[in-house]
């Protein structure tokens, strides 16, 4: 695919700044780059809005919104958003699809909705959720440190006859877990490379808490939890700056028909409810949350699952206060989180999403051994053999093991443009399932001198509903499509509100056990409507049609 940058490599704050000033400047007529907020480091929080402002303002068309790195070390997704940036603007002079796209539609882009948690993620070595500020710190502990200078923080071992694990005899290199009857033999503790901070009172080590740990994608309005219910929740709804910039520009920009949350890793394709079973949401948006996701899943190769029936550990205490549940459920927007990169896969040992989660750690650790074997096959860069190091607390340690970041979190650079086509080619499609306003056809007749009844069809060529969702229309945020007329009319107001157009995502279609394919009904795609007018000969007269999310349309006759 065409682009005007490479993807071998992920992009820190100041190259992915320098890549979208670029582009603006580059293709000025098809994007705007403005400033969603500044972080408390000083960094931008940037909004790439793309659309061919020659054909009509942004505000005007249908769109689709699209971010990535809501947390801090999902970087792929930061990419994908990019490279979707950038194929659309490199090719729209010569590619009728990508032309249609940017003519009548917009794009909503947040590449990086963390820029100072990415850039920690980039720049040190250090892993996090997603913003480098301190939140409830706790002391006590072994802290995440890179002992050896090498750039990573890898696993740590540490010789102790109190040790749960011991070195597999088959392969050193790797470790399995100490049976209850081993008593002799050298055993190991494994902890993440690091230092001790000393806690009191007992002898015991333990992982210390991240100091680090908001959680951006816990802090949205619907079903947001405290920190006793939810880590990283944050202090209240939308307390973190990032956060709310995000909400007031999905509220201030009502024409956004749909979403698409880049996290990574685990090569699915998430559709809500996530706070709820999807059987208590109306059945006519799964249809369509799930038809849209197929898209993804022949693009991208990934499984589509809904949140909380097939991806949650629990449903007693599941993950809340997230963005997409915030979009669907208070606004009405379909909306997908896209966990880009799936390592287990490419080892050979996928993991059985939508199963019934069960703890089996023979299945865990045969997993991580093949991951690691792919690791050194695949990416040697980022793999080290144990070796020893002196530990000022411990002595003598070993450190080792693949770096997370760039084969578990993120895929190495050689696998990553594969990504970011595959998605970029999804979004295209998911862009084109948008509604999308026609006046299909304006007629005239004449009643009386002076006197003539104008007829115009109004229709929704799209596949979504004008209205969106069901969801929409039951939490009264489904806004009517209106037509109006510039004359003056005999009887009746000059606009008139027609409800919902349903887009043919509601036309019903069946096979018969012994016979055809049938459409058992259209969707209600189109509506006609009439005014009568006063006119003469010669007039020129303009009937428009108007909705947010389903954009505007005109057509004009000459009275004869």
Known sequence: MKTTFSYDHYYKYDELSNNLKQLSESYPELMSLEVNCVTEEGRNQYVAVLSNKKIGDHNDKPAFYLDGNIHAGEVTSSMCAMHTIDYLLSNYSDNEEVKDILDNYTLYVIPRVTPDGA?????????????????????????????????????????????????????????????????????????????????????????????????????????????????????????????????????????????????????????????????????????????????????????????????????????????????????????????????????????????????????????????????????????????????????????????????????????????????TRFNMRFIRSLPVLVIEDVKSEKIADGIYKIEAIIANRGYLSSALTRNAVNIRKAKPVKVNIDAQTVSGANEIEIGELSGYSATKTGVFFYGNISTMQSGKSRKKVSFVIKAKPQDVITVKTQQIKAGKAEAKIIIE
């Open 119 to 423: 850039e920690t993620y980039l720049s040190t070595p250090y892993t996090l959720r997603s913003v480098n500020r301190d939140y409830i710190k706790e002391k006590g502990g072994i802290k995440e440190e890179d002992l050896d200078d090498d750039g990573v923080i890898r696993m740590m071992r540490i010789k102790t006859p109190y040790g749960a694990w011991k070195k597999d005899k088959n392969d050193p290199g790797l470790m399995v877990l100490r049976a209850p009857d081993d008593k002799f033999g050298d055993f190991y503790d494994i902890y993440p490379e690091g230092l001790l901070e000393e806690f009191e009172g007992d002898e015991n080590l333990r992982l210390k808490k991240e100091d680090w740990g908001l959680d951006f994608n816990r802090n949205f309005p619907y079903g947001w939890y405290p920190e006793y219910r939810q880590e990283g929740a944050g202090d209240y709804p939308l307390s973190n700056i990032e956060t709310k910039a995000i909400a007031d520009f999905i509220l201030a920009h009502q024409n956004i028909c749909a979403a698409a949350i880049g996290h990574t890793s685990g090569g699915i394709i998430l559709y809500p409810p996530g706070t709820k079973n999807e059987a208590k949401a109306p059945k006519e948006d799964i249809d369509v949350l799930k038809a849209i996701a197929r898209m993804g899943e022949e693009e991208l190769g990934y499984k589509m699952l809904n949140i909380f029936d097939s991806f949650l550990s629990s449903q007693e205490f599941y993950d809340s206060g997230a963005l997409d549940d915030w979009m669907y459920e208070t606004q009405g927007i379909p909306c997908y989180t896209m966990e880009f990169w799936d390592v287990a896969s490419k080892a050979g040992v996928p993991i059985n999403w939508g199963e019934k989660r069960k703890d089996d750690f023979a299945e865990d650790m045969k997993r991580f051994a093949a991951i690691m074997k792919w690791t050194k096959e695949n990416a040697p860069q980022y793999y080290s053999d144990w070796k020893k190091i002196d530990h000022p607390y411990f002595g003598e340690v070993e450190v080792g093991g693949f770096n997370y970041k760039f084969t578990h979190q993120n895929p190495p650079e050689n696998f990553l443009l594969n990504e970011l086509e595959n998605d």
